[in-house]
């Protein structure tokens, strides 16, 4: 079975900082897709940034960049000059390529401070 | 273009009620997935449609657990009869199968509380 874990379940960054999270996952598939997701406390799921695993190309979005290292079945996030707005839980979360299983599996998240 | 739909926003229950959770999503999405949020489990997945049909209903913690989707419209989630245990924010969301990386668009949430 497929599982995705965030081994921090708190962090803190200062503002204009850069921070990295923390994603393994479990896998027996070679194709699949990875993504982090943001969750502020208005409880929405936004995503904020997305990799094919057959891509080797890190993924980026603006302040937001990932390191994918398919070996090592690793994918952290990182977030250059960080901001207030940026305060929120980080879900990662993975999904099988192809076929029927549709559904993303989430690691238990990483909570994000950022500080003035 | 208006985003997933879910009512209510917040409910509170006593123990042994009924409860209603409702879905509207995105339209032209093809696929609906229930999932819901804990301190202690984090987010997990109830169940999942395709093309209004339920694929996968392993997370449905138990019997007094039931989807439906009748339409691609919308979708409900019940809980009968309630149990304080059932408090959570209970999560939709869509996406269209085929397209993309597949990521899954979701509402806002719907917090219960079972008293």
């Known amino acids: 079975a497929q599982t995705v874990t965030q081994s921090q379940p708190e962090m803190s960054v200062q503002e204009a900082e850069t921070v990295t999270l923390s994603c393994t996952y479990d896998?027996?598939?070679?194709?699949?897709?990875l993504f982090w997701y943001k969750q502020p406390p208005s409880r929405q799921m936004i995503l904020v940034i997305r990799?094919?695993?057959?891509?080797?190309q890190n993924a980026t979005e603006n302040r937001f960049s990932v390191n994918f290292q398919k070996a090592a079945k690793s994918f952290s996030l990182k977030i250059s000059d960080s901001q207030l707005g940026d305060a929120a839980m980080y879900f990662c979360?993975?999904?099988?390529?192809?076929?029927?299983?549709?559904?993303?599996?989430f690691g238990k998240g990483t909570k994000l401070s950022v500080k003035p | 273009d208006a985003g997933v739909i879910q009512s209510p926003r917040h409910e509170v229950t006593e123990m042994g009620q009924e409860v209603t959770l409702r879905c509207k999503p995105i339209?032209?999405?093809?696929?609906l997935f229930w999932y819901r949020q804990t301190m202690m489990r984090g987010l997990e997945l109830l169940i999942y449609?395709?093309?209004?049909?339920?694929?996968?209903d392993s997370g449905m913690p138990e019997d007094r657990f039931s989807a439906k989707m009748p339409n691609a419209s919308f979708s409900t989630l019940k809980i009968q009869p309630s149990e304080p245990r059932d408090s959570a924010v209970y999560f939709c969301?869509?996406?269209?199968?085929?397209?993309?990386?597949?990521?899954?668009?979701f509402g806002e949430g719907s917090r219960l509380t079972v008293l």
């Open positions: 979360a993975y999904r099988v390529y192809g076929g029927s299983q549709g559904n993303l599996i």
């Open positions: 339209s032209g999405h093809n696929s």
């Open positions: 969301a869509s996406r269209r199968t085929g397209v993309g990386t597949g990521e899954l668009f």
């Open positions: 990799q094919e695993a057959y891509k080797q």
């Open positions: 896998t027996s598939e070679s194709d699949y897709y």
């Open positions: 449609f395709n093309n209004n049909v339920p694929i996968d």
